[in-house]
């Protein structure tokens, strides 16, 4: 007995020691966190000089480190926005029948703008909202940023919330949960896990992006923000390819260090919201996610957001009781909904004869033709690639997802690739391009492709895991051939999963076109014929009319394939392939 109880106390003692060195770790590194936050505010915040806004930045490598942390806050301040869209928006679309008619779309179109067209559209804005300042161009770069994150986490959260399970439907509406409890006991739970996967890929677009939305180029302007992806940019011009070197090797660093201080601790935190039978799945472990378990972190967060969620629960309160389902459609609703079409009708008419009106003015009505056809020549690549990535990465993705051994080797790896920018890489297949002669209206497939790929595999490795054990296990006991078990089981279990990531991946090469169709390497500039190089010379040249005549055009390619091709694959796939009841 004495042994028991000195057994405990020294456990006891363990446990206060780890969780003693746990706290001092916890400490220094929030420390470093507001620390470096603290570095970067004053030239954040910076009076622009005499000589006015820069348009370059010194590419010493030196500097590397501080351009990394500047890019680095951009990317989470921008991701912090998106998450905030993301909730307010598939909220507000999912609950509401008459908004979730006119947001859903809205977001199919948004999503197939690419950040150029924002960023010509919003950069006087921004320039006007923080004059003076150095700090206008940080937020025209973050808002950049945002619309390379913001939309396919809306849809994944949208998504979300109207596939709850029913039976936690019904819970909700027995408990009598105010909409705030429902929000953070069943809809965030059930939408965290696809919600940060989605995350790591919009960060991952993010950096995609990121030479492009700080070395802003629009209207005739070129507006250079310190930061990896513009070093990458000035270095490129210049011929340095020892420093765009070092930009690679840093920017490694960063993700590597990004994805073990961040991404690992929370998909393993987030594993606990997995609802699952199977007892087979491989618990994720992370050395940060210990350390802060083992620390008092949780607690003090618990006691600073008590009050916060007690203020959020009260506030919704006078809303009523939850009810995620639409109400039964009565006669007084029929006359709202048509009222409703009507004013929404008419806006968007008035919109498309002010749209004619101005392309009429800026590049008459023959220009529209002419960008309709390099559209076509872009859909073709975008559809060549699309196909040619699913063909490479479906059955790879499929085979990492039902194999735990092979999911615990690739995936960390995947998620580090996924998360590089490989337009970082342009410059040196830029070179490739012009040594080997390859033709840039083919090459510029392979440059699209190394930034949306992933998405396919992210979503095929996602849908493999889920499917269960038991029928695994059952295509074995039935002694079905390989062929077999492909073809009844694990592709049409997949078939979903490589819906949504070929939806999402198509909209990202569309957007990728921009910065893939024109490439250039010190004075050595290759241009392919397409819609992507359309914008981007639009865009620098400052014309706004060619600009929204082709962000329009693409913006219709993208919804119209969409339309006819994606989304009945999508309803096929959730009335004959869907694992769940």
Known sequence: MNNGIAGSTAEGTTRARHSLLSDIVVIIGILALIGGIAVMLPDINRAVGPQGLPSTISTDPSNLPYYAMRSVLRMFIALACSLLFTVVYGLAAARSRRLGAILIPLLDILQSVPILGFLSATISLWLVLFPGSILGVEAASIFAIFTSQAWNMTFSFHRSLLSEPTELDEAAKILRLSHWQRFWNLDMPNAMIPLLWNCMMSVGGGWFFLTASEMISV??????????????????????????????????????LIDFCLWKPLTAWAEKFRITSSASIVQRRSMVLTIIRQSHLNDVLAWLCRPIGEGLDMV????????????????????????????????????????????????????????????????????????????????????????????????????????????????????????????????????????????????????????????????????????????????????????????????????????????????????????????????????????????????????????????PLEKLAEQRFSLTP
């Open 219 to 256: 209207n005739n302007h070129t507006y250079a923000l310190p930061g990896i992806g513009s070093y990458v940019a000035e270095a490129s011009r210049h011929r340095e390819l020892g420093n765009i070197g070092w930009a690679i090797l840093t920017m490694v660093i960063v993700v590597v």
């Open 316 to 567: 919704t309160r006078p809303l009523g009781r939850t009810g995620s389902r639409w109400h039964v459609r009565s006669t007084r609703s029929r006359i709202g909904d048509m009222a409703f079409g009507t004013v929404i009708v008419i806006a968007i008419s008035i919109g498309i004869l002010a749209w004619i009106e101005f392309i009429r003015r800026g590049t008459g009505i023959d220009e529209i033709w002419h960008v309709f056809g390099l559209g076509l020549l872009t859909f073709l690549r975008v559809m060549l690639l699309t196909l040619v990535c699913s063909i490479i990465w479906v059955p790879i993705g499929a085979s990492i997802g039902m194999n735990p051994r092979l999911s615990r080797i690739f995936q960390p790896l995947i998620q580090v690739l996924s998360s590089f920018p490989a337009n970082f890489t342009f410059p040196l297949v830029t070179l490739w391009f012009i040594a080997w002669h390859i033709d840039i209206n083919w090459g510029t497939m392979l440059l699209m492709s190394l930034g949306t790929q992933w998405y396919i595999l992210f979503n095929v490795i996602a849908g493999a895991s889920s499917i269960p054990d038991d029928l695994q296990e059952m295509t074995r006991s039935f002694r079905l051939t390989r062929w077999q078990r492909w073809s009844k089981l694990i592709l049409p279990a997949v078939f979903g999963s490589w819906c949504t990531g070929g939806i999402t991946a198509a909209g990202g090469a569309w957007n990728a076109s921009i910065v893939s169709e024109t490439v250039a390497y010190g004075h050595a500039t290759l241009t392919a014929t397409g819609l992507g190089s359309y914008i981007a010379a639009s865009t620098a040249s400052g014309n706004m009319s060619k600009t929204l005549l082709g962000v329009t055009i693409m913006s219709l390619f993208v919804v119209i394939v969409n339309r006819i091709f994606w989304h």
